[in-house]
């Protein structure tokens, strides 16, 4: 059916025709209510007269209509109108990627940044549930300013009639010759042979297209559908370096990785392919044009399939350091450091030692979603050997190969696990338990002595031995370190309970403590240097890519080495050898919101942490804490149907009851609570008398007051009652709640507070003052969430992967799940941070971290 212009296909008028595909024709319109022009498509008569088909296709049209991405195109509407069903979307000034592709290979730097657009917006689709199944060149426009956006999301399973989780396998009825230039030579092998189909089957489609940009020519293209549906389940296309020289040897490796045959063998989140492609596109795209990549390399990119994965990362480091754009100073000096890969599973390294003869390597790690394992490891050895002992965190190695470890931790705050300590022999044999609720250890050079950190009244302690206390913060302590002489403690030194910044600090057997470094946007990971003269630590300033730094007694700090994608330091050994994790993080938030019928993604950029949802669902409250979100973070709101507003700077703590502000706390030029409008008006900065907040704050329903936690000088952690006008605010709880997010939640009438105290029982304050009773029911490491509107129920949660979150009558303690919270994919997730629910439970949100890493053995670094 072809439309005349000036058809009306309800409020769009049909202006002139854009192309055809398979679903219908394409047409330019306008929108005579917004007085815009919009595409709009027309489906064919054939797929409108099956009913089933068509309410299929609504469904799958409006999930797709939910996705909001830059590189996505948005779907505006679906209607129909006299029997014709259409789909108005977003109208892109530009050409089709066939259209850019018939120019021949596209150059290197066009091309790095074309796919990571690709890549970013398949991720987000991804991360909310649904799969392109007909991925393709014609499927992607570029716009005249060389934005990227992907048509047709979820949209190609509906093409015709199959069963249920099958792909559309072209049948020789079907299929035509010219689909050997479309759908079908881009299909994956699983959908070549009609099996079942996931995300990974969408990683094959876009190596295809990569190939086919960096080459010029198609990966599978043969002279018949036969003879190309053959090609894909059993042959490799040619070496992308046998046709171009030119391709950064990492993006080569990306196209062979999503291009391997069985689906286990590609990435197990489209969110790392996107990030693997984004480090080619910021840090190896120069040096790989200007010809510094080595003939070595241009080999190994041609090695066979089975052998590059393990040396992916291992290679990619070796290049850069070859370039010699990313090393520090000193090594710019010297032969660049060797890399050895040691791990090569799906999952987080957690923590990593060099035994007593700086050769065999312990470490724990959780693989393809499991519980953390300890494992036995020799670099000359291939295989690695299961250790067994109960799930537990490696904390250290003593000098007599004794193991110090925390059996069955949960995550206290980020990067921290707090389980309890045991000791353990390296040859086997039970744990023996040393101390309850311990975060980190280290082992003095005797062999007995245990140094400890834990967190007590709310406060974080070191002791060293166990018992005696040297420090304490209201903040939080990671990566304690012993003096090989035992005289001194290294460690980081976190200000804020659940924000990972931080300095390096060092305190004395008397417990003098030392400021060494400015404070850093992210720090984990810390070691001595081989010589013991200075401190090693992985930091970043901005954003969470980490380089490993060492800064001397006096404070004078030094770049060691910068590695695309960030390092976190495990080990240093007397000898030199160190023990890095490479590998990529990424926070995002999942969720229901009004209208959802599932949960979706509902992050913004690539650190996105919820932190407050209005009672009625409809806006969400977060901050992105990345690389996108600056040094200070940045504040952003989203309401349904609206596009994400840009709030300000500072990190995102509660919400007013009338949406009209948004609280957050600033870290510069000193720790603040700044009141932003989420509409008109000027920003206010709250003042306070007589305590240090921290960045952990709710409103009370008045709309007219805070409860903020903070401390007074020389005390514990409290919350406070605080007017937003001024004044002094009012201590409402004793000293050592805990803080971690959400961590407290005010009844409907804001008479109590429902907080977790400092021996871990749940304790319900009444604001106007008074003493607490306890919450019944609530169980150890659970933590309040919010009241029914009735407030008999409370919602609370538990830090565990997933988020158990169950709802407790408040008078009898009687408990019943409400819902586990956990993304699909669990390989690498660490933590499920935040969580938010509207008092109905109809909408809530959740903040979950994946990092996927991998060990390695480095030498020659100094």
Request: contains cysteine; aromatic residues 6%; proline residues 6%.
């Amino acid at each position: 059916m072809t439309l005349s212009a000036g058809t009306r296909l309800g409020p769009f008028e049909i202006l002139a025709p854009i192309g055809a595909g398979g679903m219908g024709e394409v047409y330019r319109a306008r929108d005579t209510r917004l007085g815009r022009e919009v595409a709009v498509k027309v489906l064919s008569a054939e797929f409108a007269a099956d009913a089933d088909r068509r309410k299929r296709f609504e469904q799958e049209a409006r999930s797709a209509s939910a996705l909001n991405h830059p590189n996505i195109v948005t779907i505006h509407e679906i209607g129909v109108s006299a029997e014709t069903i259409f789909i108005a979307m977003e109208l892109v000034d530009g050409r089709t990627l066939r259209d850019v592709l018939l120019a021949g290979p596209v150059p290197v730097r066009r091309m790095l940044d074309l796919g990571y657009q690709m890549a970013d917006g398949l991720a987000r689709a991804h991360a909310a549930g649904i799969v392109h199944r007909d991925l393709k060149p014609e499927n992607v426009m570029v716009s005249k300013d060389g934005a990227v956006k992907i048509l047709d999301f979820g949209l190609a399973k509906l093409l015709k009639e199959q069963p249920q989780d099958t792909s559309n396998v072209p049948t020789a009825q079907a299929t035509q010759a010219g689909m050997v230039l479309g759908t079908v030579g881009y299909m994956s092998p699983e959908q070549a042979s009609g099996k079942p189909l996931d995300f990974r089957s969408d990683q094959f489609a876009l190596g295809s297209i990569f190939y086919e940009m960096a080459t010029g020519k198609r990966a599978f293209q043969r002279g018949t559908t036969a003879e190309t549906l053959t090609a894909i389940i059993r042959e490799e296309p040619e070496p992308v370096a046998r046709v171009s020289a030119n391709v950064p040897a990492p993006f080569r490796w990306i196209i062979e990785r999503c291009l391997q045959k069985d689906p286990e063998e590609r990435y197990a989140s489209t969110r790392d392919l996107a990030r693997d492609v984004r480090s080619s596109r910021e840090h190896l795209s120069e040096a790989s044009v200007s010809g510094v990549v080595s003939g070595a390399t241009e080999a190994a990119a041609s090695r066979p399939r089975q052998r590059w994965l393990p040396l992916l990362v291992a290679a990619s480091v070796a290049v850069a350091f070859a370039a010699g754009a990313l090393v520090g100073r000193r090594l710019a000096r010297s032969s660049p450091p060797s890399f050895q890969q040691i791990t090569f599973g799906s999952g987080t390294i957690h923590a990593a030692r060099f035994a007593p003869d700086g050769q065999t390597i312990v470490y724990s790690a959780a693989w393809d979603g499991n519980p953390r394992k300890l494992f036995l490891k020799h670099p000359s050895s291939p295989e690695a050997l299961t250790l067994e002992l109960p799930s537990a965190n490696l904390l250290a190695i003593s000098s007599s190969g004794e193991l110090a470890i925390d059996v069955d931790c949960r995550n206290t705050h980020p990067s921290v696990c707090a389980g309890t300590l045991a000791r353990a022999a390296l040859t086997g044999g039970a744990p023996r338990d040393v101390a309850e609720k311990i975060q980190d250890a280290d082992w003095a050079s005797d062999a007995t002595n245990l140094l400890v950190v834990r967190d007590v009244a709310g406060k974080a302690r070191i002791e060293f031995p166990i018992g005696k206390v040297l420090y304490e913060t209201s903040g939080y302590i990671s990566d304690a370190r012993l003096s090989r002489d035992n005289k001194r403690i290294a460690f980081l030194d976190h200000p804020f309970p659940q924000d990972d910044s931080g300095v390096v600090s060092v305190i004395d057997l008397q417990g003098n403590k030392k400021v060494l470094t400015q404070r850093w946007n992210k720090a984990v990971g810390l070691a001595w240097s081989p010589s013991g003269d200075e401190v090693w630590f992985t930091a970043t300033d901005t954003g969470a890519n980490l380089s490993l730094y060492g800064v001397s007694s006096s404070g004078s700090v030094r770049v060691i080495v910068r590695v695309p994608g960030g390092i976190r330091l495990q080990d240093v050994a007397r000898n030199g050898r160190v023990l890095l994790a490479r590998g990529g993080s990424r926070v995002a938030t999942l969720g229901i919101l009004p209208g959802d019928a599932r949960e979706r993604d509902l992050s913004w950029l690539d650190y996105s942490f919820v932190a407050d949802i209005s009672t009625d669902g409809k806006t969400l409250l977060f901050d992105e804490e990345g690389e996108a979100g600056g040094t200070n973070y940045t504040v952003y709101l989203r309401k349904v149907g609206t596009p994400v507003v840009k709030l300000g700077d500072g990190a995102a703590l509660a919400l007013s009851p009338d949406t009209q502000w948004a609280l957050a706390a600033v870290s510069s030029p000193s720790l603040a609570l700044m009141l932003l409008p989420t509409g008109a008006g000027q920003p206010r900065r709250l003042e306070f008398q007589g305590i240090t907040p921290a960045q952990s704050a709710v409103w009370l329903p008045d709309n007219k007051s805070l409860l903020i936690a903070g401390s007074a000088p020389n005390q514990g952690t409290r919350l406070y009652l605080q007017s937003v006008d001024g004044g002094a605010p009012r201590a409402v709880t004793t000293e050592g709640i805990n803080t971690a997010f959400p961590g407290y939640a005010i009844s409907p009438d804001g008479r109590f507070v429902a907080v977790v105290g400092p021996d871990h029982r749940g304790l319900m304050f009444p604001i106007a003052g008074g003493s607490p009773s306890p919450i019944p029911g609530l169980a150890d490491g659970e933590y309040p969430l919010r009241f029914t509107p009735d407030g008999r129920t409370l919602y609370v949660w538990k830090r565990d992967v997933p988020a158990h979150v169950y709802a407790i009558d408040v008078a009898s303690g009687r408990r019943e799940l409400w819902k586990d919270l956990m993304p699909l994919d669990p390989a690498g997730i660490e933590r499920i941070s935040n969580v938010v629910v509207t008092p109905d439970g109809k909408s809530y949100a959740y903040t979950y971290s994946r990092q996927l890493s991998d060990l390695f053995v480095v030498e020659g670094l100094k």
